[in-house]
């Protein structure tokens, strides 16, 4: 059985980081693309960042060169470090595991329903 469980979110000032970790169950977390993405209140759910099966990333420009997509085979866990946190970062983070059929050794996809399991989310607040 397929599971994402995500965790790290917390309260944190502008100008702090924190890390987010993915736990997967069910599959490898490099046998697939990979993905985080964020939802803030009243906004549309926005991919932020991704890791093909070879390792190659992508940011969204709002993260880039703040935020970085990792991930531990031994601990079959996806990981997002944040580090220069805005207040604009504040949202619910979610994890996804891309599709098999989306996803290569060096590109994820890049829509929402190319991914197909999605973990419970984690809260990210930060504050000015």
């Known amino acids: 059985q397929v599971q994402l469980v995500e965790s790290g979110g917390d309260l944190v000032q502008a100008g702090g980081s924190l890390r987010l970790s993915c736990a997967a169950a069910?599959?490898?977390?490099?046998?697939?693309?990979m993905g985080w993405f964020r939802q803030a209140p009243g906004k549309e759910r926005e991919l932020i960042a991704t890791?093909?099966?070879?390792?190659?990333?992508y940011y969204a420009d709002s993260v880039k060169e703040r935020f970085t997509i990792s991930r531990d085979y031994a601990k079959n866990t996806l990981y997002l470090q944040m580090n220069s946190l805005k207040p604009e970062d504040t949202a619910v983070y979610y994890c996804?595991?891309?599709?098999?059929?989306?996803?290569?050794?060096?590109?994820?996809?890049?829509?929402?329903?190319?991914?197909?399991?999605w973990g419970q989310g984690t809260q990210v607040t930060v504050s000015s």
């Open positions: 996804a595991r891309g599709s098999y059929s989306s996803s290569s050794y060096y590109s994820s996809p890049v829509r929402a329903n190319e991914y197909d399991y």
């Open positions: 069910g599959f490898t977390v490099t046998s697939t693309a």
């Open positions: 890791i093909s099966t070879g390792g190659t990333t």
